[in-house]
């Protein structure tokens, strides 16, 4: 939806780190990221009852506290000190196995046409 028409996008404010987008069908709520060409729903939930925004409310604190966890790691990766973000979403980017499923379902979807195509 935001790829197609960028004048009904809006972007979730509490996710700073990095540009997402709110999906409202329904009830449901969505956190939409558009990342190398390709568009990636990588949240997804209920919106409560009067609380319009519960679902990015509670999607950012998250992303705060994956920041808090991140940074407490004693890992070699230095802590993130950007005073201009307060989140980390890392752990929502789409990974290998999701881009190797991608293209697994895409060839799946092809061989589905052509069945359809050659069966009586």
Do not use: C, Q
Not at 71 to 91: I, V
């Amino acid at each position: 939806m935001a790829e197609a028409d960028p004048a009904r996008r809006e972007r979730i404010v509490e996710l700073d780190d990095r540009v997402f987008y709110k999906v409202k069908i329904g009830r449901w709520r969505a956190a939409l990221l558009i990342v190398d060409g390709g568009v990636w729903t990588v949240a997804a939930g209920w919106r409560r009852e009067g609380d319009a925004d519960d679902f990015s409310r509670d999607l950012g604190e998250d992303a705060r506290r994956w920041r808090a966890e991140y940074n407490r790691d004693p890992s070699p990766t230095p802590p993130l000190t950007h005073a201009t973000t307060s989140t980390y979403t890392d752990r929502l980017l789409p990974t290998l196995a999701d881009r190797d499923r991608l293209v697994l379902e895409d060839a799946l979807a092809v061989v589905d046409d052509l069945r359809d195509e050659v069966s009586p």
